[in-house]
């Protein structure tokens, strides 16, 4: 019922993990297996059982969450790390949706000795008919970036909110020897220019994507309504496709794909 219930959305707000940091700066991580740059807070609150699977109830208790990294949370292309467990389960309920069977997911996070920070979580994950019988090793790291397990603490260079956005920028006005707002105009003549202008269409909370554009988010994945369209650049599909981003394969309460 909870699976249902959620239909891939949030169901809450994330509880704060009793070893959580006293900062979480913004960073850049560079993954070697996408050759993508997430910029972002380097810890999530990450769930150890999904609210995709329990639904409201994976927010009652703060012993549901712990310090993990981007990478540990989602992974390096938006669909690893804790994520790649919860869609193992979430393809399961999709392929058999009037099943009377059931899902026995565990996640047992792994600690160096006194240590406050996991080092990584164990995610066994079995189906009452054997359809699934696996266990996910998830590793709490970040390419590049040494962390101390007790404090969080870590030799990563804190970044800007707006890098991403801001460097985008630059270079497109600087390729064509525009200002800004003459790099938007050109954008009317070139399909694959980017643009921080949001133009999008206002929909009660929603911004809505001209047709052909979208909303690109730092880890690489765009949407069509977003509730924010600051925390976005706005370029056209082809453009976002061009630089290794990809549709979001579900929405939240901040944006829809």
């Given at each position: ?102 899902i026995k997911y565990e996640?047992?996070?792994?600690y160096y000795h006194s ?143």
């Open positions: 019922g909870e699976y249902a219930d959620s239909r891939g959305s949030r169901q809450g707000s994330p509880l704060e993990p009793s070893s959580w940091p006293t900062t979480n700066p913004k960073v850049a991580i560079s993954y070697a297996f996408t050759g993508h740059t997430y910029h972002g807070y380097l810890y999530n609150r990450s769930h150890s059982i999904g609210d995709s699977l329990l639904g409201a109830k994976s927010y009652t208790s703060e012993n549901n969450f712990t310090t993990g990294t981007r990478p540990q949370n989602v992974g390096a292309d938006q669909d690893g790390g804790m994520r790649y467990a919860e869609e193992t389960a979430e393809a399961y309920w999709a392929s058999n949706p009037n099943t009377s069977d059931t996640t047992t996070p792994l240590e406050t920070i996991p080092r990584g979580s164990i995610v066994d994950i079995k189906s009452s008919d054997g359809q699934i019988n696996t266990a996910v090793a998830v590793i709490n790291s970040a390419e590049g970036i040494k962390i101390n397990y007790n404090t969080g603490n870590n030799n990563a260079k804190p970044i800007k909110s707006t890098s991403r956005r801001s460097s985008q920028a630059t270079r497109t006005t600087s390729s064509h020897g525009y200002g800004s707002s003459t790099g938007s105009a050109n954008h009317k003549t070139n399909a694959t220019a980017r643009s921080t202008t949001h133009s999008g269409t206002k929909s009660g909370q929603w911004t809505v994507a001209a047709a052909g554009m979208v909303y690109v988010s730092d880890s690489h994945k765009y949407y069509s309504q977003v509730t924010n369209p600051d925390n976005y650049t706005y370029e056209s599909e082809s453009a976002a496709q061009s630089s290794g981003a990809t549709r979001a394969s579900r929405g939240n309460q901040y944006a829809r794909p």
